[in-house]
């Protein structure tokens, strides 16, 4: 590719919050909650809850809830959105004000800790702010 030389007419999408992937068979993904895939699955990736495992890559927040225990006939797919989001402060290893414009990780799908866990928890955003009832806001690109 060539660096530009003169002002070109740029594309972009309409709405680049939300994303659509495909649901895991066999799980239901909860409106609200953090989505995530397994990191290096390649083409056949599908987004399940986020949990305790090291090899995650979060997509988004549920946009709506997602039940795909039953294998459907076509495959179910589900929209995630980008921003920034309450979660619960894991209480074991909460956050705290000095951790702002730090990685948080994913301790389930509702809920961020400060530390990986010793590499067993995939990082799910970065805190954002504080919230006075003991939540987090976290930014999800």
């Known amino acids: 590719m060539t660096a530009l030389t003169y002002p070109k007419v740029y594309s972009k999408l309409a709405d680049n919050k939300k994303r659509v992937?495909?649901?895991?068979?066999?799980?239901?993904?909860?409106?609200?909650?953090?989505?995530?895939?397994?990191?290096g699955s390649g083409a056949g990736a599908a987004v399940a809850p986020a949990s305790v495992a090291a090899n995650l890559k979060i997509v988004g927040v549920a946009a709506g809830t997602y039940d795909n225990r039953i294998a459907p006939s076509t495959p179910l797919t589900g929209e995630f959105e980008r921003g920034v989001f309450l979660l619960n402060n894991d209480a074991t290893d909460p956050v705290d004000i000095s951790w702002i414009g730090q990685p948080v990780y994913a301790s389930d799908d509702n809920t961020v800790s400060k530390t990986s866990a010793s590499g067993t928890k995939s990082q799910a955003g970065t805190l954002f702010a504080l919230d006075p009832s003991g939540a987090v806001w976290v930014e999800i690109v």
């Open 21 to 39: 992937f495909p649901i895991a068979t066999g799980v239901v993904v909860w409106e609200g909650g953090l989505g995530a895939i397994v990191a």
